[in-house]
């Protein structure tokens, strides 16, 4: 099925469809586009990378522009919400693409920026407002957004959404929708809180999941067994064999990110870290930065390995295995999205075996082991003792 195919999708949206590079649907596209687009509540189980944005945003922008705003209602139509405050200005940015030229107006609020930018925007009469929920309720309560009549709802990574406390934001957010609405409920997982909150909000929902433990198919994806006080010398050797290179690495901790940065700082790789100590603005900067290409690597922890969509990662690199073995398949959905191609290489200190063998069984797959003997090894990577000492003086267990 082609987007030209979908005889619901007005001209004008399937133009800027065409425009945005995408010419067939992803699986999840095709799933729910149509049953969105017949006005049908919605509960997809679907990681990020599928094309879920555009899931929702494609029929929504399109069925916004055939329904005529109700004659005196000056709130916003649609309301999405975001976990983060850099999802909240992702999704925006892609709803903003998809509307282009149609009259369907999108505004983004979060917190972390004044106030005041935001609520002349809602004043023009706002039909989509993405947005996370301490701002959203903070602009509601003043009376600058109006949801009462609000026609569709989209609730966008919900576990993540609760996982960082916003049950009860979301409840009280539909107590100020009308019940007649159209609900559109995504989440990376499922289980039973996840269940009940979404079997709250929708009413005979199309239920549609994709595969929750795989990583894209067009992903390469491989293990280095690196011992720990040598992971630097692998991602410098990485960064200099690949200089065109756009590389997400994804660390432990907060220190941990600071840390890697100023290795590479020290032997002249540009570099940006991302980690949820930063204020909004730093945050908004290093992902510039990155997608800019003014820096070769975003050295990240797992704040920015959920849903974050940065065009063009060529690699991510796994410094630290994570814990969870689901967070490697959000890490390692930054590359490969859509229908690039992706390459993760996860650096494995041989106390990080039964973390890797987690991950492998949370697949139902293995993952290659790339073997490299010492000769290879010294070809490229200074193994001296003043150089090892210096790197060594870097690294600590965060």
Sequence with gaps: MRFEDLRLLLPEVRDNVRAMGFNRPTDIQFKVIPHVLEGDDILAIAQTGTGKTAAFAIPVVSNLMRRPRRWGYEGVRCVVMEPTHELAAQVAGVIKDVAKGTGVSVVAVYGGVEQDNQIALLK???????????RLFDLAAQGHLVTSQAEVLVVDEADHMLALGFYEDIRQLVRRLPRRRQTLFF?????EKIKDLAYSLVYRAVRIEMSQNKVAKNVTHQVLPVPMDQKRFFLERIARENPEGHIMVFVRTKVRAERVKAAMDRVGLTSVFLHGGMSQRERQTAL????ASRVQMLIS?????????IPGVDY???YDVPEEPENYVHRVGRTGRGMAKGYALTFSDEGERPLIDAIQAYMQENI???QMDRQDREATVDFSDDAANDWRSLIADD
């Design 316 to 318: 991510v690199v796994n």
């Design 368 to 370: 290659p082991v790339l």
């Design 301 to 309: 922890t797992d704040v920015a390995a959920r849903g974050i969509d």
């Design 288 to 291: 510039d930065d990155f997608r």
């Design 124 to 134: 023009g009469k706002a039909d989509i407002v993405v947005a996370t929920p301490g």
């Design 187 to 191: 989440s990376a997982t499922i289980d």
